[in-house]
T-cell receptor, first 116, second 116 residues
Framework: AQTVTQSQPEMSVQEAETVTLSCTYD???????LFWYKQPPSRQMILVIR??????QNATENRFSVNFQKAAKSFSLKISDSQLGDAAMYFC?????????????FGKGTHLIIQP | GAVVSQHPSWVICKSGTSVKIECRSL??????MFWYRQFPKQSLMLMAT?????????EQGVEKDKFLINHASLTLSTLTVTSAHPEDSSFYIC????????????FGPGTRLTVL
């Protein structure tokens, strides 16, 4: 079974600064997907960014980028120019590729606080 | 596009009664839907995978007789919590998978269940 570990229960960053959220995972599979989801107080899960394991290039979505280190099984999220609206719980998630096991395995989450 | 709704958004019931939660994909067909459970300040845990027209696949430790899942159409899956008890109180979130080429999961807004 796969496991996802987020070792930072809470992170705080000044508005406009950059913050990096950590995520490591354990799997015996060679092909899979990794995701970062944002959960604001409304509890609606919002996809921030996704990475396909077979792609070496790190995914980027505007101010959000990842550092994907497959050998180290590490998948960190960098948020540049932090904004007040970025405050939320952030969950790292893993999904197998194919085989019907499409459910997501989530880490415990990191609570991100943005200081004005 | 890719909107998933859940109904009700919150429900309070008495111990021993059954509660049904609906998950609908509003603008796409979802052959697969997923049900997650989230306890306060905790992560999402996959409960079961629901495929249209077939029996749901439950994760280890999830009681299939307590959490009945029906996926009768390509746009609707239901979760029925039978003989609910206070320990079943939680936040239940569904997601629906949109098929190729997207293969993306979209989350509903969740349902808060409180069992008195």
């Amino acid at each position: 079974a796969q496991t996802v570990t987020q070792s930072q229960p809470e992170m705080s960053v000044q508005e406009a600064e950059t913050v990096t959220l950590s995520c490591t995972y354990d799997t015996s599979e060679s092909d899979y997907y990794l995701f970062w989801y944002k959960q604001p107080p409304s509890r609606q899960m919002i996809l921030v960014i996704r990475q396909e394991a077979y792609k070496q290039q790190n995914a980027t979505e505007n101010r959000f980028s990842v550092n994907f280190q497959k050998a180290a099984k590490s998948f960190s999220l960098k948020i540049s120019d932090s904004q007040l609206g970025d405050a939320a719980m952030y969950f790292c998630a893993y999904r197998s590729r194919g085989g019907g096991a499409d459910g997501l395995t989530f880490g415990k989450g990191t609570h991100l606080i943005i200081q004005p | 596009g890719a909107v998933v709704s859940q109904h009700p958004s919150w429900v309070i019931c008495k111990s021993g009664t059954s509660v049904k939660i609906e998950c609908r994909s509003l603008d796409f067909q979802a052959t697969t839907m997923f049900w997650y459970r989230q306890f306060p300040k905790q992560s999402l845990m996959l409960m079961a995978t629901s495929n249209e027209g077939s029996k749901a696949t439950y994760e280890q430790g999830v009681e299939k007789d307590k959490f009945l899942i029906n996926h009768a159409s390509l746009t609707l899956s239901t979760l029925t919590v039978t003989s609910a008890h206070p320990e079943d109180s939680s936040f239940y979130i569904c997601s629906a998978k949109r098929g190729a080429p997207y293969n993306e999961q979209f989350f509903g807004p969740g349902t808060r269940l409180t069992v008195l």
